[in-house]
Antibody, heavy 122, light 106 residues
């Protein structure tokens, strides 16, 4: 069975950074990519970016939505089959559920993690 | 960026009704469109991708379209189908979602 396991919650203060983890299992990690999507309370889905599982040049293997460029970093650890999303300079507008999802360029998203609620509050 | 326009934003229907949700892309995306179902407090679930019904999804769901216009139809609405549905294009980066259609009980 395919699983993408995320911590349920994170609480951060404005100006801080958050790193959300996404532990995968049940498939060959390197055969897929990971996409990150967030959802603010009561709002729709917002695509944040994509990272290919590859040990080469990170600049070729990531795509960040322009809105988040300069503030976001997506990484992966092939040894632990875990993906990470780091978001910096948090504001209250970043309060949302952050989802990781298994993806393939050209094939889209198929499986989702359960989401991590990141609350930014002083 | 490709804009995805979904309609209606809310749909009220009875159990047993046939309902259709429309998604329009601001430029051609060939057939590279996915539909997700999301229930409150849960992660989205893939139900349709590139005109292919996903394994385990009831056949009352059907997706059609290519280019810029797409539809998701539920032939006979069941109680478990009341949820919010999102379309998403994956033709090119950045991938983009529609704003969602909430299907409510009438």
């Amino acid at each position: 069975q395919i699983h993408l396991i995320q911590p349920p919650t994170e609480v951060k203060k404005p100006g801080a950074s958050v790193t959300v983890s996404c532990k995968t299992s049940g498939y060959i990690f390197g055969d897929y990519s990971i996409s990150w999507v967030r959802q603010a309370p009561g709002q729709g889905l917002e695509w944040m970016g994509w990272i290919r599982i590859y040990t080469g040049d990170p600049s070729r293997d990531t795509y960040y939505e322009q809105k988040f460029q300069g503030r976001v970093t997506m990484t992966t650890d092939t040894m632990t089959t875990t993906a990470y999303l780091e978001l910096r300079s948090l504001t209250s507008d970043d309060t949302a559920v952050y989802y990781c999802a298994r993806a393939l360029y050209g094939d889209g998203i198929d499986f989702w993690g359960q989401g991590t609620l990141v609350t930014v509050s002083s | 960026d490709i804009q995805m326009t979904q309609s209606p934003s809310t749909l009220s229907a009875f159990v047993g009704d046939r309902v259709t949700i429309t998604c329009r892309a601001s430029q051609s995306i060939d057939r590279w469109l996915a539909w997700f179902q999301q229930k409150p407090g849960k992660a989205p679930v893939l139900i349709y991708r590139a005109s292919t019904l996903q394994s385990g999804v009831p056949s009352r769901f059907s997706g059609r379209g290519s280019g810029t216009e797409f539809t998701l139809t539920i032939s006979s609405l069941q109680p478990e189908d009341f949820a919010t549905y999102y379309c998403q294009q994956y033709d090119s980066f950045p991938w983009t979602f529609g704003r969602g259609t909430k299907v409510e009980i009438k």
